[in-house]
């Protein structure tokens, strides 16, 4: 069964540009390392919360957008062994592939497939 990993971020508004390109590199490994789909998206409409909501989770501030992603994998044994691979390849060295965000305030975690349609 699929096996999905979940990303949520802010993301500077300014570095809009970096992000894709990072997100461009990143999602080529992906793909290379077994993942099936790479979705990269945005926010538009995302408003924050009283109680909880993706921005109060991100921490973001007013200058930030949330960016939510997601990787599918055919299983979580070829994730497990993708991201491995990842890890090692010098491409995702952050002196290659900075990121352009604040990576402590990442939410990520991966996810069994319950219902897909």
Request: zero cysteines; glycine letters at 6%.
């Amino acid at each position: 069964m699929s096996y999905v990993d979940g990303f949520v971020a802010a993301v500077p508004v300014q570095n809009k540009a970096d992000y894709l390109e990072h997100a461009e590199i990143s999602a080529e490994l992906f793909k290379e390392y077994g993942a099936l789909n790479v979705v990269e998206t945005w926010g538009d409409d995302v408003p924050d919360g009283e109680i909880t909501s993706f921005p109060m989770a991100v921490k973001a501030e007013a200058n930030e957008a949330v960016v939510f992603s997601w990787v599918i994998w055919p299983s979580k044994e070829i994730r497990d062994a993708g991201w491995q691979s990842m890890m090692e390849d010098p491409r995702m060295q952050p002196e290659d592939n900075p990121m352009p965000f604040d990576g402590k305030r990442l939410i990520y975690g991966g996810f069994n497939l319950l219902l897909e349609k």
